[in-house]
């Protein structure tokens, strides 16, 4: 796998963590007037990072790397629709961060990104 790939799981994996440090700040929206990062900003990058992610790994055979594609797509309606459901609460991230479609592309990744590790 490429570096890409390592780089596109490890921007999914640091979204997920400053979403769940953004969850829990009670935060009512996104106040663009404060220095960021921000929310949506994470949200946006996770999305490339799935769509790199997803064309990556498009001319494999490998039978997990159709289920992650289907995981991807489960994530990224999901990611798509907190984005374009202001306001962007601490909330409602918390209810993305607890679904199980971003939970199940997150645990995907982790193994993914696991057997690169062992192939490294």
């Known amino acids: 796998m490429s570096e890409s790939v390592k780089h596109h799981i490890e921007t999914i994996e640091a979204g997920y963590e400053f ?22 900003d994470t949200l ?7 769509g790199g992610l997803k064309s ?6 490998d039978p997990f790397h159709a289920v992650l594609h289907d995981d991807i797509d489960k994530a990224l309606a999901l990611i798509g629709f907190v984005l374009n459901s202001p306001p ?28 690169l590790d062992n192939e490294a």
Do not use: C, K, W
């Open 88 to 115: 962007l609460s601490s909330e409602a991230v918390d209810n993305l961060n607890v679904s199980i479609h971003l939970r199940t592309v997150l645990t995907d990744v982790f193994v993914l990104g696991g057997r």
């Open 19 to 40: 979403l769940l440090a953004y969850a829990a700040q009670g935060r009512i929206d996104e106040d663009r007037s404060h220095p960021g990062p921000y929310a949506s």
């Open 44 to 50: 946006e990058a996770m999305q490339a990072a799935l």
């Open 56 to 61: 990556a790994l498009d001319r494999s055979a």
